[in-house]
């Protein structure tokens, strides 16, 4: 039961009990506000900053020029910046693929804000100039509009794209002429988690949207629940208020859609969740669809899993079988097949004890399987007919992307690791066991071979054996001086990977610093166990996991607790704000990036309620309890000695609302005000959770590593 009871006018403030401010915090105005949950009085002094304000704006404003302040301090700021830019400019070139009679790939000449859509006839053919498709660079002139999902139509004379504001999940669909490269006039708005999905013949897409939001002006700055998603159907031509709504249950505001057309256009899969774990799947025949006459009530719909226990990720439909890559019954998945005709199921490829991340199917039949070992990417080249049979493609260690094609035979792949940028290769089947190198990234100021990277197990708290990846420069002595950056996330099934970063080299040769990525309970590097292991009445694992990690680097004389540093994202933050409250002695400094700080809240606002499967629901009881053991805002402890400590977010948020970390720096600054090491916010403007263009994330990489070294008192190399 939740019960809210406000003592004062919203105007009014407790008592003040005046102390010490030697940081210079802006007053942060506490209420005596509070709520009955669970039949105990809880106390939400903060309250009020989940609303936009003058009185908010303000208080943003002066904690941007606190933390500005501090990085100032590092006076080789604007080097750091230059070598940062610097490293950067190089050109990052996308895996092509052929959509009908032309290839299509992303590129970016080092710098540009965005990377920008190109097409060509011949992509072997060096002679051959590219055309520019789409270029979300001249789209505004702050550069912050990205390119989201697409859906090329079944010949490739349309390309249906989302185009999203300012970081904001929600997004617009365009289509584009490919032929003569202009634009139509449809367009589909109230976008948001959604795809794209052309219907075979052409005259449509899917998508999954909601209804026209009354009062929102500034997309992504609103933090009300997103209820009611819809899956929809839009006819080219047509105005969106005539698109068909294909499903939408009234009943459960809170289930979120996707529908995607099969290659051959004889079925749509639809995929349904309330949650970040576990999907149901329907299936409906374009046989059995009449989009003129559409009657949601009358319609055959096939629900071949009708609960959302497992995750099930729709492969392709080969004849009257339809293929998918499944946790069911398997933690760490197999690929299981759906006969139309039969109308049963059956195991194509088996569980193994590697991980089954993806799984393609090519030109002739050829399947493609990207297994985990050990957080480490590998390949198998199959038929689905016999799976037992097959061999593993003879690439280098790091992060594979593979793209195929069951329409062409070529075939391109590209590999990334800790050292080297991106290495693109290709092969046209069934010549797989003869791939040429078709491109690789020049990295200015970098000399791959100087690079060092290592996997190490240490022991949990629980006897549990964790992975971590240390990368560093060649030569780095184990004194225990070094600067260390520690890196967690640590959930919702996200594994993290090997993978290239030219901004981490400044911190390894500017630095002398030792990069860590620990892979803590939580994500997928061991399957569903393994994030079963630190999710909901778990989750304490994920914290011990990290602490962990950061005692190891000091025993093994990596780093010491003054120079090592914490930091991760959204999720991650909560985790680095959460180690923060439990153990600040092992760390200098923390960085808690777009957090999730109150715990309690958080399935209120926007797409939060999704996150339950990870964090349990806090209107249950038990989970509330349990939640309140951890909860970064609730568990700040002013008896402790904490690091150096900032929250970044922005403004633009809507998937974790930078309400989170107002709330919580509030309290921290407010509960650790006399303290020796400062607790800062950073609020970024017209930018949400990720998506940044180029400019912004570099000048914010700046300001990380300056706040890391004033921290840890780390020194510059020229």
């Known amino acids: 039961m939740i019960r809210t009871i406000v003592r004062l006018a919203s105007s009014r403030t407790t008592a003040t009990i005046h102390m010490a401010n030697p940081h210079g915090y802006p007053e942060a105005r506490r209420t005596d506000f509070s709520e009955v949950i669970h039949g105990k009085d809880r106390p939400d002094p903060y309250r009020w900053m989940e609303e936009s304000s003058d009185e908010l704006k303000s208080w943003i404003n002066d904690q941007n020029k606190l933390s500005d302040a501090y990085t100032d301090k590092f006076k080789e700021k604007e080097n750091l910046y230059k070598k940062l830019k610097e490293r950067y400019d190089f050109e990052k070139h996308g895996i092509p693929w052929k959509e009908g009679n032309k290839w299509y790939y992303f590129f970016n000449t080092g710098i540009q804000n965005r990377s920008v859509l190109y097409t060509k006839n011949d992509i072997f053919d060096e002679k051959e100039k590219a055309t520019v498709l789409i270029d979300p660079n001249t789209m505004n002139a702050e550069g912050t509009a990205s390119l989201g999902s697409m859906d090329f139509s079944t010949s490739g004379k349309y390309l249906a794209y989302i185009i999203k504001e300012k970081g904001s999940d929600w997004g617009s669909i365009h289509v584009k002429d490919c032929e003569t490269g202009e634009d139509l006039k449809d367009y589909t708005e109230w976008v948001k988690h959604s795809g794209v999905s052309w219907s075979h013949d052409e005259k449509g897409y899917f998508y999954s949207g909601y209804?026209?939001?009354?009062?929102?002006?500034?997309?992504?700055?609103?933090?009300?629940?997103?209820?009611?998603?819809?899956?929809?159907?839009?006819?080219?031509?047509?105005?969106?208020?005539?698109?068909?709504?294909?499903?939408?249950?009234?009943?459960?505001?809170?289930?979120?859609?996707?529908?995607?057309?099969?290659?051959?256009?004889?079925?749509?899969?639809?995929?349904?969740?309330?949650?970040?774990?576990?999907?149901?799947?329907?299936?409906?025949?374009?046989?059995?669809?009449?989009?003129?006459?559409?009657?949601?009530?009358?319609?055959?719909?096939?629900?071949?899993i009708d609960h959302q226990k497992f995750e099930y990720d729709f492969v392709d439909k080969v004849g009257s079988k339809l293929y998918f890559k499944t946790s069911d019954d398997a933690p760490n998945s197999r690929v299981v097949c759906y006969d139309l005709s039969t109308e049963k199921w059956?195991?194509?490829?088996?569980?193994?004890?590697?991980?089954?991340?993806?799984?393609?199917?090519?030109?002739?039949?050829?399947?493609?399987?990207?297994?985990?070992?050990?957080?480490?990417?590998?390949?198998?080249?199959?038929?689905?007919?016999?799976?037992?049979?097959?061999?593993?493609?003879?690439?280098?260690?790091?992060?594979?992307?593979?793209?195929?094609?069951?329409?062409?035979?070529?075939?391109?792949?590209?590999?990334?690791?800790?050292?080297?940028?991106?290495?693109?290769?290709?092969?046209?089947?069934?010549n797989y066991k003869e791939p040429k190198l078709w491109y690789e990234s020049k990295v200015p100021d970098h000399d791959s071979s100087q690079i060092e990277s290592k996997q190490v197990f240490f022991t949990s708290k629980d006897g549990t054996k964790v992975p971590m990846f240390l990368v560093y420069k060649k030569g780095l002595k184990l004194d225990g001086n070094n600067p260390a950056l520690l890196y967690v996330y640590g959930g919702f099934k996200i594994s993290m990977g090997i993978y290239f970063s030219s901004s981490r080299l400044s911190f390894i040769n500017n630095f002398g610093g030792v990069y860590v990525m620990v892979n803590a309970r939580g994500g997928l590097e061991y399957g569903e166990d393994w994030w079963k292991g630190g999710s909901l009445f778990n989750k304490q694992n994920t914290f011990d996991d990290t602490i962990g990690a950061a005692k190891w680097l000091h025993e093994n004389k990596y780093t010491n607790p003054s120079k090592l540093a914490l930091q991760?994202?959204?999720?991650?933050?909560?985790?680095?704000?959460?180690?923060?409250?439990?153990?600040?002695?092992?760390?200098?400094?923390?960085?808690?990036?777009?957090?999730?700080?109150?715990?309690?809240?958080?399935?209120?606002?926007?797409?939060?309620?999704?996150?339950?499967?990870?964090?349990?629901?806090?209107?249950?009881?038990?989970?509330?309890?349990?939640?309140?053991?951890?909860?970064?805002?609730?568990?700040?402890?002013?008896?402790?000695?904490?690091?150096?400590?900032?929250?970044?977010?922005?403004?633009?948020?809507?998937?974790?609302?930078?309400?989170?970390?107002?709330?919580?720096?509030?309290?921290?600054?407010?509960?650790?005000?006399?303290h020796q090491n400062p607790v800062f916010a950073s609020v970024d403007v017209n930018s949400g959770h990720d998506g940044k263009p180029t400019e912004k994330v570099l000048r914010e990489l700046a300001d990380v590593y300056s706040f890391i070294a004033v921290a840890t008192n780390s020194k510059w190399i020229p």
């Not at 933090?223 to 939408?248: F, K, M």
């Not at 505001?253 to 099969?262: A, E, H, I, R």
């Not at 089954?356 to 198998?380: A, H, M, N, P, Q």
């Not at 209107?619 to 609730?634: A, G, N, Q, R």
Request: proline content about 4%.
């Open 211 to 304: 209804e026209k939001q009354e009062g929102l002006v500034d997309k992504g700055t609103e933090t009300t629940e997103a209820t009611n998603q819809r899956l929809c159907y839009h006819r080219l031509g047509t105005p969106q208020s005539d698109d068909v709504v294909i499903y939408h249950d009234a009943s459960d505001p809170k289930l979120m859609y996707s529908g995607y057309s099969t290659e051959d256009g004889e079925a749509i899969i639809v995929s349904f969740s309330k949650a970040c774990a576990g999907n149901g799947i329907w299936v409906i025949l374009m046989s059995d669809l009449d989009l003129t006459n559409y009657n949601q009530s009358t319609q055959k719909i096939r629900k071949l």
């Open 346 to 430: 059956e195991t194509v490829v088996p569980e193994e004890k590697d991980v089954l991340e993806t799984c393609t199917t090519g030109y002739g039949g050829v399947v493609y399987l990207g297994y985990s070992r050990d957080v480490k990417d590998i390949i198998f080249r199959t038929t689905f007919e016999d799976a037992s049979k097959r061999e593993q493609l003879d690439i280098e260690i790091g992060s594979i992307g593979i793209c195929v094609s069951t329409k062409y035979p070529e075939v391109f792949y590209a590999v990334t690791s800790f050292a080297f940028a991106k290495r693109i290769y290709t092969f046209k089947e069934p």
């Open 568 to 674: 991760g994202g959204s999720n991650g933050g909560l985790v680095v704000a959460a180690c923060a409250n439990q153990a600040p002695e092992v760390f200098g400094a923390v960085i808690a990036e777009v957090p999730v700080m109150d715990i309690t809240r958080f399935h209120k606002f926007t797409i939060g309620s999704s996150w339950k499967s990870d964090w349990g629901d806090p209107d249950v009881e038990k989970d509330f309890d349990y939640i309140m053991t951890y909860s970064p805002l609730h568990n700040i402890d002013p008896s402790k000695k904490y690091p150096t400590f900032i929250c970044r977010t922005a403004d633009h948020d809507d998937r974790v609302v930078p309400l989170h970390t107002y709330k919580f720096v509030a309290a921290a600054q407010h509960l650790l005000k006399d």
